[in-house]
């Protein structure tokens, strides 16, 4: 079932079983259309998206700077619309259980400290071909900060590893990211050696391939990121969003003025980057408070 069906499905419902007035109906289909719209070119629709969708998408709206009461009508509007889903049996699970609307404030991101990061990262084992693939997907994921839809979508034409740079294809325009060495490596061995052997069709574009040789889901790579996660014993919740967020963080403590982090993540508008330096000011503040003989 396509995702138009599903809406006008739902719109038949909330206007004559639940009686909904017109301005709830335009709020509903508004919100839902939009997350519609978020998942186009993912490889996934209503009803195939999982939680990890559901919890991109919400860190989407906070990223770009939606207000909180915007982020919470969202959410409720995708808690009923899956409710009703798994109601008319097109969804086996409701993927939208661990949604919780915003209180007052936006969240803080979850981040990965530098040690975590350099124990995720080391987790592939560069000995068969999903090893080297994994190895160059995760490096190449915290030393650019790229949403996991860009990472997704880069194409083999969009490497410069001679220049060390990548060229990202964001919502709104091209930016130019660079590389650090390791990433680089990493990449050249996948492309050079491993890739090859992956595709499915010699004219295959995309840089990231499943097993089937064809291009890498959200959900395939989330799946990824999941099981490292687990073999590595860390207890924090990752996500793909988590390495962004802890590159931005990283880059920040290390000296990074605010702007230039503002360009490499491709945010529109410098409000969405600064929560990095509460991020900041926070980890300082309880290092502070565990290290000062008198806090």
């Known amino acids: 079932m396509t995702n138009e069906e599903c809406i006008g499905r739902y719109e038949r419902y909330l206007a004559d079983e639940k009686k909904a007035s017109k301005n709830t109906l335009s709020s509903y289909l508004r919100d839902i259309r939009q997350f519609g719209d978020f998942l186009t070119g ?3 629709d209503y009803v195939t998206a999982e939680e990890e969708d559901l919890n991109a998408y919400i860190d989407h709206l906070r990223e770009v700077g939606k207000s909180v009461a915007t982020v919470s009508r969202n959410i409720a509007s995708l808690k009923n619309f899956y409710v009703w889903m798994k109601l008319q049996g097109y ?5 939208t259980g661990q949604l919780v609307p ?17 124990l995720l990262l080391a987790q592939p084992e560069c000995t068969d071909r999903k090893g080297y693939r994994d190895r160059a997907m995760l490096e190449l994921l915290y030393a650019t ?25 964001g919502r709104d325009k091209v930016r130019t990211i660079p590389l650090y060495p390791k990433a680089v490596k990493a990449l050249k061995d996948y492309v050079d050696f491993i890739r090859p052997e992956m595709i499915a069709v010699p004219g295959e574009r995309a840089l990231f391939v499943n097993v089937s040789g064809e291009r890498m889901s959200r959900q395939g790579f989330w799946k990824i990121v999941k099981s490292y996660q687990q073999k590595a014993g860390i207890e924090k919740d ?7 967020h802890s590159f931005a963080t990283h880059l920040l403590e290390n000296g990074a003025d605010l702007h ?7 945010h529109a508008d410098i409000s969405s980057t600064q929560i990095y330096s509460q991020l900041v000011k926070r980890q300082l503040k309880d290092i502070y408070n565990k290290a000062h003989p008198r806090a």
């Open 260 to 266: 230039s982090i503002q360009e490499m993540l491709g």
């Open 145 to 169: 900060g790229i949403r996991v839809s860009e990472l997704i979508g880069l194409d083999v034409s969009d490497l410069n590893l001679a220049a060390g740079i990548i060229n990202c294809r």
């Open 42 to 44: 993912s490889g996934c």
């Open 238 to 244: 990752i996500t793909p969003h988590t390495l962004r």
């Open 91 to 95: 969804v086996d699970a409701n993927p």
């Open 102 to 118: 915003d209180k007052a404030t936006h969240k803080l991101p979850s981040v990965l400290t530098a040690q975590e990061v350099d």
